[in-house]
């Protein structure tokens, strides 16, 4: 579906949230990809989606957080992308739903809605490609808004956090 590759400039951050699975009701976490520095992007904060590839260091992260975090086949979109799938029964909670709509868990319209969302940086040595979509206009309210974890407080919690769910 995309045929350019984005470059992405550090930093780049994870953030994430709790939602309920719209097939079994379990809940589950929700996660995207936040990036203030993308090439030819006006300096708009960009919110990463419909992700095809990731470098395998970003991969490592993001996984050993969020094990959930899978490469699957989206039938709606005739692709493969990572998404976040249910941990109970695996069902994608597709990115056009967490992304897409005012009020998503990574379309905040508000303080309050981007203050339910917790960041943390994504450790990088330099820019990175990676092939999928890009939202821009919440970036900037998640950015400043959301709860900022540190290097420390992300390696503290790490993947327990979710990984029972």
């Not at 989606?49 to 989206?74: A, G, H, I, N, W």
């Not at 009020?103 to 940086?121: R, S, V």
């Not at 939202?135 to 993947?159: F, P, Y």
């Amino acid at each position: 579906m995309y045929d350019n590759s984005i470059r992405i400039e550090p930093p780049l951050y994870l953030t994430h949230t709790m939602i309920s699975c719209w097939r079994c009701g379990a809940k589950m976490p929700a996660l995207a990809l936040v990036a203030p520095n993308v090439a030819d992007t006006e300096g708009e904060i960009c919110i990463l989606s419909e992700v095809e590839d990731l470098p395998e260091s970003v991969l490592q992260f993001v996984r050993k957080r969020f094990p959930s975090f899978k490469l699957k086949y989206s039938k709606t979109l005739g692709l493969r992308y990572y998404a976040n799938t249910c941990p109970r029964c695996g069902v994608i909670s597709g990115d056009f739903y967490l992304h897409s709509e005012p009020g998503a868990p990574f379309f905040p319209t508000t303080e309050d809605e981007a203050k339910q969302l917790t960041l943390e940086p994504v450790p990088l040595t330099g820019s990175i490609t990676i092939r999928g979509g890009l939202a821009m206009g919440v970036g900037e309210l998640i950015l400043e808004h959301a709860r900022m974890l540190t290097a420390g407080q992300a390696v503290a919690t790490g993947s327990d956090r979710h990984g029972s769910l």
